[in-house]
């Protein structure tokens, strides 16, 4: 709490009574749904296209490609239809994100959901009965808005709803069912290739198993009292935090979300509070983890994983099998993060993926020097193995660092007043750049050749000395005093934090605190 800061709430670090209610574990679920989601829509989309059946549908020229033993083998799924079918769920979901800031805010968490739940269901349906290209898009851009409502309010629902002292590991359990849903889709494709001729109808349609249980979730909810307080329903709020945290004796922690709500009730424009002078860094770190946790080209495995082992000479068969190894590989990775984050830190984490991700690389880009020739379409076995190691040591060591870290650090470093704006621009950030891979990287795979690992090689060390110079540790700071422990005191964003701007809050919460009385 600021100095001079309000007697309403309770001292800083002071830990509020909570116990684990069912409600809680109820919330955890909703989670779950929210992010299976999410990794669900990840990985559907590059089985499927690697399917025959759901080629000769939508994309016959790539189908023909494939067959064609002429053509290059980097080239034969440049289409930039096929690229559309997976990139356009990102760009509809980073337009949505903003409607999402707006639903979150005045309508709640609760409705929010339930709205993404909507979009989920009719994109599904869509999806499911497409028998041309458009319903085939029109299907993805819902499922789109889908991620983009769910992305905002799930993971404030959550960090709202959960007792201060899981807040952390709940925020890595979003992840965790990203990843989780990522598999879960790896595993239905590889089930559903071997159904002719509709098995990619049934891989897009049980995507709607995550969508529903979202939404019957939802319905059964309440909001948090977070919102509910914002909202202006106080009783409402005290009753159901009550609920929540399994005590009466809930007085501090109300009184701080009092606080804290009237507060942010007062900031009426939360996005341009974000370009202020001392919010800069937080956005700038923001936008960047975004930006370098795609250049890692995580992706290009998430989604094209079946289409680059085919590319590499797998047979369809391996080419699946292959993906469902390295999406354990990635959920079984993140409980590493789970684990660690607060113990060894995030500098650490990210410093030490670093080495580990541009070894992975480099030895990728040499194999597909070596091995994949423009027309050759046959990798023996010990080269196989050798490229699912190198690949499986690749998705590990992001799943442990740049998976998780790019979601948390930007939303424990922004004040409660600009969190739910800052939430939308990470979200958004984090689709407009997995769009851009996505639309780009099949098209690159052909141009760059094997030279597109070496390409996100280099990123991997920009990133990390960027990490090294730019990113301070956030382990173990309560988030409410990031801005005196953390930004004042690093060597470079410090210039920003100038007083000005942060007693010019206190004063305004001074302000607030002296009506409420
Ligand atoms: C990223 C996704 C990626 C996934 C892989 C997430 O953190 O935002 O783009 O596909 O991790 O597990």
Same mark, same amino acid.
């Given at each position: 709490?600021?100095?001079?800061?309000?007697?309403?709430?309770?001292?800083?670090?002071?830990?509020f009574?909570?116990? +684990?209610?069912? /409600?809680?574990?109820?919330?955890?679920?909703m989670?779950?749904t &929210?992010?299976?989601m999410?990794g669900?829509?990840?990985?559907v989309?590059?089985?499927?296209?690697?399917?025959?059946d759901f080629?000769?549908?939508?994309?016959?020229?790539?189908?023909?490609?494939?067959?064609?033993?002429?053509?290059?083998?980097y080239?034969?799924?440049?289409?930039?239809?096929l690229?559309?079918?997976?990139?356009?769920?990102?760009?509809?979901? =980073?337009?949505?994100?903003?409607?999402?800031s707006?639903?979150?805010?005045?309508?709640?968490?609760r409705?929010?959901?339930?709205i993404?739940?909507?979009?989920?269901i009719?994109?599904?349906?869509?999806?499911?009965?497409?028998?041309?290209l458009?319903?085939?898009?029109?299907?993805?851009?819902?499922?789109?808005?889908?991620v983009?409502?769910?992305?905002?309010a799930?993971?404030?629902?959550l960090? #709202?709803?959960?007792?201060?002292?899981?807040?952390g590991?709940l925020?890595?359990?979003?992840?965790l069912n990203?990843?989780?849903?990522?598999?879960?889709?790896?595993?239905?494709?590889?089930?559903?290739?071997? +159904?002719?001729?509709?098995?990619?109808?049934?891989s897009l349609?049980?995507?709607?198993?995550?969508a529903?249980?979202?939404t019957?979730?939802?319905?059964?909810?309440?909001?948090?009292?977070?919102?509910?307080?914002?909202? &202006?329903?106080?009783?409402?709020g005290?009753?159901?935090?009550?609920?929540?945290?399994?005590t009466?004796?809930?007085?501090?922690?109300?009184?701080?979300?009092? #606080?804290?709500?009237?507060v942010?009730?007062?900031?009426?424009?939360?996005?341009r509070?974000?370009?202020?002078?001392?919010n800069?860094?937080?956005?700038?770190?923001?936008?960047?983890?975004q930006?370098f946790?795609?250049?890692?080209? /995580?992706?290009?495995i998430?989604?094209?994983?079946?289409?680059?082992?085919t590319?590499?000479?797998?047979?369809?068969?391996?080419?699946?099998y292959?993906?469902?190894?390295?999406?354990?590989?990635?959920?079984?990775?993140?409980?590493?993060?789970?684990?660690?984050?607060?113990?060894?830190?995030?500098?650490?984490?990210?410093?030490?993926?670093?080495?580990?991700m541009?070894?992975?690389?480099?030895?990728?880009?040499?194999?597909?020097?070596?091995?994949?020739?423009?027309?050759?379409?046959?990798?023996?076995?010990?080269?196989?193995i050798?490229?699912?190691v +190198?690949?499986?040591?690749f998705?590990?060591?992001?799943?442990?660092?740049?998976?998780?870290l790019?979601?948390? /650090?930007?939303?424990?470093?922004?004040?409660l007043?600009?969190?739910?704006?800052?939430?939308?621009?990470?979200?958004?950030?984090?689709?407009?750049?997995?769009?851009?891979?996505?639309?780009?990287?099949?098209?690159? =795979?052909?141009? =760059?050749?094997?030279f597109?690992?070496?390409?996100?090689?280099?990123?991997v060390?920009v990133?990390?000395?960027?990490?090294?110079?730019?990113?301070p540790e956030?382990?173990?700071?309560?988030?409410?005093?990031?801005?005196?422990?953390?930004?004042?005191?690093?060597?470079?964003?410090?210039?920003?934090?100038?007083?000005?701007?942060?007693?010019h809050r206190?004063? #305004?919460?001074?302000?607030?605190y002296?009506?409420? /009385?």
């Amino acid at each position: 709490m600021p100095a001079g800061g309000l007697s309403v709430s309770a001292p800083p670090g002071m830990e509020f009574e909570a116990k +684990i209610t069912p /409600i809680v574990v109820t919330s955890c679920v909703m989670a779950a749904t &929210g992010g299976l989601m999410f990794g669900y829509d990840i990985g559907v989309s590059g089985g499927v296209s690697s399917m025959e059946d759901f080629l000769r549908e939508f994309f016959p020229t790539v189908l023909r490609n494939k067959h064609d033993k002429e053509g290059s083998n980097y080239c034969k799924f440049n289409d930039q239809g096929l690229q559309l079918f997976t990139s356009s769920l990102y760009l509809a979901g =980073l337009t949505s994100t903003f409607f999402a800031s707006y639903t979150t805010r005045q309508l709640g968490r609760r409705v929010t959901m339930l709205i993404a739940g909507a979009f989920f269901i009719i994109g599904v349906i869509f999806n499911a009965a497409a028998h041309n290209l458009g319903m085939l898009i029109i299907g993805r851009i819902l499922l789109g808005c889908g991620v983009g409502f769910a992305n905002q309010a799930v993971p404030l629902f959550l960090s #709202e709803i959960a007792p201060p002292r899981i807040r952390g590991g709940l925020n890595a359990l979003f992840q965790l069912n990203i990843t989780v849903g990522i598999l879960f889709a790896n595993i239905v494709n590889f089930g559903t290739s071997k +159904i002719h001729p509709w098995g990619w109808r049934l891989s897009l349609s049980l995507a709607g198993l995550p969508a529903l249980l979202l939404t019957a979730s939802a319905l059964f909810m309440v909001d948090t009292p977070n919102s509910l307080i914002e909202r &202006g329903m106080p009783e409402l709020g005290k009753a159901v935090l009550k609920k929540i945290r399994g005590t009466d004796n809930v007085d501090p922690e109300f009184n701080e979300i009092v #606080e804290a709500s009237r507060v942010a009730r007062n900031v009426k424009h939360p996005f341009r509070s974000l370009l202020q002078r001392r919010n800069r860094p937080l956005l700038a770190i923001t936008v960047l983890l975004q930006m370098f946790q795609q250049m890692t080209g /995580i992706n290009a495995i998430m989604f094209y994983a079946p289409v680059l082992f085919t590319t590499l000479g797998f047979k369809a068969d391996a080419a699946l099998y292959s993906a469902v190894i390295t999406g354990a590989v990635n959920a079984l990775s993140t409980l590493v993060s789970v684990y660690t984050v607060d113990r060894v830190g995030r500098r650490m984490l990210l410093l030490d993926a670093g080495v580990q991700m541009f070894l992975s690389l480099v030895a990728m880009a040499v194999v597909m020097r070596i091995k994949v020739t423009d027309n050759s379409d046959n990798l023996d076995r010990d080269w196989a193995i050798m490229v699912v190691v +190198i690949i499986c040591n690749f998705v590990s060591s992001f799943a442990w660092s740049w998976g998780p870290l790019g979601w948390l /650090i930007p939303s424990e470093t922004f004040p409660l007043e600009t969190r739910s704006a800052g939430q939308s621009i990470s979200v958004c950030a984090n689709l407009l750049f997995t769009f851009v891979f996505a639309q780009a990287f099949l098209s690159m =795979l052909c141009h =760059l050749k094997y030279f597109i690992f070496l390409f996100s090689a280099v990123s991997v060390v920009v990133m990390s000395l960027f990490v090294l110079l730019f990113l301070p540790e956030t382990k173990n700071v309560p988030i409410e005093e990031m801005a005196d422990t953390v930004w004042k005191r690093h060597w470079f964003w410090k210039r920003f934090m100038n007083d000005e701007g942060n007693s010019h809050r206190v004063g #305004e919460a001074n302000n607030i605190y002296s009506a409420a /009385i």
